[in-house]
């Protein structure tokens, strides 16, 4: 019901049509191939195995498409405005503060060299004027946010000093201070443990879902990604296969869904061997 | 007698326990599976068991030998380990035909040529791989030969630490089978370790669930679905692996 209703507004992302390609030394790779959707403030999940274009479609929104790629897209609109003709300058006025991405390992993602509330201050100053107590203020309310127990504390601690699931923490309050419209995360969680992760979800969850925030969550995990999305695009080499509301995942019909559901191996399921994807060269043609 | 069978197994990086205590059997042509989060220790179980952990006391035996403070050269042709990352695993700068030679020349066996041709046909590889290199293959193809170069030796018991954590679910599945195929048609014995409850459900009879450095419980995997038998830690374990669920999450609690 909620999906319906941010439909009918603006839509926060409109895209038609994106293409993504690679020039590299064994020619040209498309990486993303002519897909389309739009987002509502939603949680849209974008499921595929490696090299399906999951990644590159996230990162061509914020447009950090590596320099040998190029982006094409009919229509690549965020409310309105078209993210085509950016420059540098208009692009750093929309990312962090408009448009925001959670990577996957902290450990690589945060600044080694620089405590963790320094980080977070950086982020938000560089897109609000504000006293440098007040900046560290904010911070420490962000932190509590995310659920750190001791903000004062970790405020002052480098990256290596915390666990993987308080790192990730921080990625998302120092990604959630600016007060973005739409968060990108790109596997946030596949680092972690399993209670770790859902509850390092929870907390994206409930910040989400209390500023009104539009979330694109990228995982190769289905299962997680149908329990935590209103919505799923199943992508695969490039294009989209399916989409399909997260709770009807056991009504896919597409065969490559079906063939991934199947394959998981079940808590319960039979010892008899898994069923082996085929993979229908049909499925690469647009 | 079990294939292997461990007790009172203590570890400890300089000062700080790993292991505790822990104790497990493992009948022989059984699939057993050791779970639990990281930091809790399964990993280090295995790597104690082939040797690659020097402080260690408590008793293990593999075969109905006592293992002591080195491995020889037979144990190694009863127990193979097979690592989580064939990425990392597999020699960058030696090709697939000198990776599956080498632990032959090791041991002396002989008849190199055949026995590399036979180990990759028992991993589903064609001939023509023997001349390639790690970074010419697919993850799923470089975890079959990590698997070949287990199996060359003919051991009895394999050792998997997460065998396909790296990889996509549908290469999984195929590893996954494979893995079974293997252990019906050589009679192998399976210590299997993973983070993920419903690989352990669907490989192993048995399962250790583990946490901080112990064995938590050791149940049948049938027993699973009966969440009411378990005990809070593998309750809690089993309800994360069901995906998310925003009340489950405020119901859990840290373990000591």
Same mark, same amino acid.
């Given at each position: 019901m909620e999906t319906t209703g941010a439909m009918a507004e603006t839509p926060l992302l409109d895209i038609e049509n994106l293409r993504v390609t690679f020039?590299? #030394?064994?020619?040209?790779?498309?990486?993303?191939?002519?897909?389309?959707?739009t987002l509502g403030r939603e949680r849209l999940g974008i499921v595929g195995?490696?090299?399906?274009?999951?990644?590159?479609?996230?990162?061509? /929104?914020?447009? *950090?498409?590596?320099?040998?790629?190029?982006?094409?897209?009919?229509?690549?609109?965020?409310?309105?405005?078209?993210?085509?003709?950016?420059?540098?300058?208009?692009?750093?006025?929309?990312? $962090?503060?408009?448009?925001?991405?959670?990577?996957?390992?902290?450990? @690589?993602?945060?600044?080694?060299?620089?405590?963790?509330?320094? =980080?977070?201050?950086?982020?938000?100053?560089?897109?609000?004027?504000? #006293?440098?107590?007040?900046?560290?203020?904010?911070?420490?309310?962000?932190?509590? %946010?995310?659920? /750190?127990?001791? &903000?004062?504390?970790?405020?002052?601690? @480098? &990256?290596?000093?915390?666990? $993987?699931?308080?790192? =990730?923490? !921080?990625?998302?309050?120092?990604?959630?201070? &600016?007060?973005?419209?739409? /968060?990108?995360?790109?596997?946030?969680?596949?680092?972690?443990?399993?209670?770790?992760?859902?509850?390092?979800?929870?907390?994206?969850?409930?910040?989400?879902?209390?500023?009104?925030?539009? *979330? /694109?969550?990228?995982?190769?995990? *289905?299962?997680?990604?149908?329990?935590?999305?209103?919505?799923?695009?199943?992508? @695969?080499? $490039?294009? !989209?296969?399916?989409?399909?509301?997260? #709770?009807?995942?056991?009504?896919?019909?597409?065969?490559?869904?079906? $063939?991934?559901?199947?394959?998981?191996?079940?808590?319960?399921?039979?010892?008899? &061997?898994?069923?082996?994807?085929?993979?229908?060269? %049909?499925?690469e043609i647009g | 007698m079990p294939m292997l069978e461990i007790e009172y197994l203590n570890v400890r990086f300089s000062d700080t326990p790993v292991l505790k205590d822990v104790g497990l059997a493992v009948p022989r042509n059984a699939s057993f599976g050791l779970v639990g989060e990281s930091g809790s220790g399964k990993s280090t179980v295995l790597r104690t068991v082939c040797g690659l952990v020097d402080d260690w006391d408590g008793t293990i035996s593999v075969a109905d030998r006592k293992l002591g403070a080195k491995r020889d050269l037979a144990f190694y042709r009863t127990t193979q380990m097979v690592f989580q990352d064939p990425y990392g695993s597999l020699h960058p700068r030696h090709t697939i035909h000198r990776i599956l030679s080498e632990p032959v020349k090791v041991h002396r066996l002989g008849d190199t040529e055949a026995r590399v041709a036979a180990a990759l046909a028992q991993v589903g590889l064609d001939a023509t791989f023997r001349f390639r290199y790690p970074h010419q293959l697919s993850g799923g193809q470089r975890q079959r030969v990590a698997i070949a170069r287990a199996l060359i030796l003919e051991p009895q018991l394999v050792l998997l630490d997460e065998p396909t954590s790296a990889l996509d679910v549908s290469i999984q599945a195929e590893i996954l089978n494979l893995l079974q195929d293997l252990q019906q048609r050589l009679g192998l014995t399976y210590v299997v370790v993973s983070h993920d409850l419903a690989i352990v459900a669907h490989m192993c009879e048995t399962v250790a669930i583990m946490n901080r450095g112990r064995v938590v419980e050791t149940v049948a995997t049938g027993a699973l679905g009966d969440t009411a038998s378990l005990s809070p830690y593998s309750r809690q374990l089993l309800v994360a692996s069901k995906g998310y669920d925003r009340a489950a999450v405020d119901r859990f609690v840290d373990f000591e």
């Open positions: 020039r590299t #030394s064994h020619g040209t790779v498309e990486a993303v191939r002519g897909i389309g959707f195995e490696s090299g399906s274009g999951k990644s590159q479609t996230g990162r061509a /929104i914020l447009g *950090l498409t590596a320099g040998n790629g190029e982006i094409r897209a009919d229509r690549l609109r965020f409310h309105g405005q078209d993210l085509m003709g950016f420059g540098q300058r208009e692009w750093r006025a929309i990312r $962090g503060k408009r448009i925001s991405m959670v990577m996957q390992d902290p450990i @690589y993602s945060l600044n080694p060299v620089m405590t963790v509330g320094r =980080q977070i201050v950086e982020a938000y100053t560089t897109h609000h004027r504000v #006293s440098p107590r007040e900046a560290k203020e904010k911070t420490l309310e962000m932190l509590a %946010a995310v659920k /750190i127990r001791d &903000p004062e504390s970790v405020f002052g601690r @480098y &990256p290596h000093e915390v666990s $993987g699931g308080m790192g =990730q923490r !921080i990625m998302i309050a120092m990604m959630l201070i &600016p007060d973005p419209d739409l /968060i990108i995360a790109d596997e946030p969680t596949s680092a972690l443990d399993v209670t770790v992760q859902l509850q390092v979800l929870a907390i994206l969850d409930d910040l989400v879902r209390e500023r009104g925030m539009g *979330l /694109i969550f990228i995982s190769h995990d *289905l299962s997680l990604v149908s329990s935590f999305c209103d919505r799923i695009l199943v992508m @695969y080499k $490039g294009r !989209i296969m399916e989409e399909l509301k997260a #709770s009807e995942l056991h009504r896919a019909k597409h065969p490559y869904t079906r $063939g991934l559901l199947d394959c998981l191996p079940s808590l319960d399921g039979p010892k008899a &061997p898994l069923r082996v994807l085929r993979r229908d060269p %049909a499925w | -």
